[in-house]
Nanobody, 124 residues
Framework: QVQLVESGGGLVQAGGSLRLSCAAS????????MGWFRQAPGKERDFVAA????????VYADSGKVRFTISRDNAKNTVYLQMNSLEPDDTAVYYC?????????????????WGQGTQVTVSS
């Protein structure tokens, strides 16, 4: 129902910060739960964070809830992931995802729409 394009990834030193953006096009962006997932080489795609259509009640994985902040701007059709205090283990391709429901889920199978991903590399 929507098309998602991530940006903002890159190479950063440990302890640094990045802000990822996910630009959405198509219909009814504001009605979708939006999530961020990441996938490191040879590993499964893991949940990072999600946010409701209203922008409230964000949900985080335990490993990221302190250092990462998800937000959305429905007027700009964009969801963000602010990543601070980055660690080498954060290195992965980060994907934006959308779910056509008001209920937040950590399960990647429940997200129907995905972006192409943006690479985040954290050097030690």
């Amino acid at each position: 129902q929507v098309q998602l394009v991530e940006s903002g990834g890159g190479l950063v030193q440990a302890g640094g910060s990045l802000r990822l953006s996910c630009a959405a096009s198509g219909r009814a962006f504001s009605s979708y739960v939006m999530g961020w997932f990441r996938q490191a080489p040879g590993k499964e795609r893991d949940f990072v964070a999600a946010i409701s259509w209203s922008g409230g009640s964000p949900v985080y994985a335990d490993s990221g809830k302190v250092r990462f902040t998800i937000s959305r701007d429905n007027a700009k059709n964009t969801v963000y992931l602010q990543m601070n205090s980055l660690e080498p283990d954060d290195t992965a391709v980060y994907y934006c995802a959308a779910r056509s429901t008001s209920v937040i889920s950590r399960d990647r199978r429940q997200y129907k729409h995905w972006g192409q991903g943006t690479q985040v590399t954290v050097s030690s």
